[in-house]
């Protein structure tokens, strides 16, 4: 299966799952994930969240996912451009996991940023976590 059809599935059934986290324009930041995976590549978890540090911002929609390399997050800008994470394991620390009334955040924690993500369906957290954190250590272990 590529990576297009994995990646629809991916966000199709989080969206199913989660209804209550918020998220935009989830094709176009598609494009822009799948622009950037090397041939080799291969999508195992993806979702979407925003990506900003107040909750109440709720324009900065990504694409997030975990692939058999890194870890990348990609988000179309309305206007002109675009922005586009990749985390390999080496820059990896730690991943942090905060639960409000409704939402949560997932704090990444990196050699050299604090990546935050928000307006998460507080039940989708554990997955995310348990995700995240199984990718990045079998990728560590691997290298």
Known sequence: MDNKKILE???ARFKSKYPLTIGWRLNKNSR?????L????????AFYAQKN??????TSTGIIAVTNKRLVIARDR???????????ADMFNDLKVRSGIIWGKIIIDTVNELIILTNISKSALPEIEEEVTSAMLELKDER
């Open 78 to 88: 309305v206007v002109i451009g675009y922005f586009f994470d990749s985390i390999t």
């Open 32 to 36: 822009v994930l799948l622009e950037h």
């Open 38 to 45: 090397h041939d080799d590549e291969v999508i195992k978890y």
């Open 9 to 11: 599935e991916q966000l």
């Open 53 to 58: 540090k107040s909750s109440l911002d709720v």
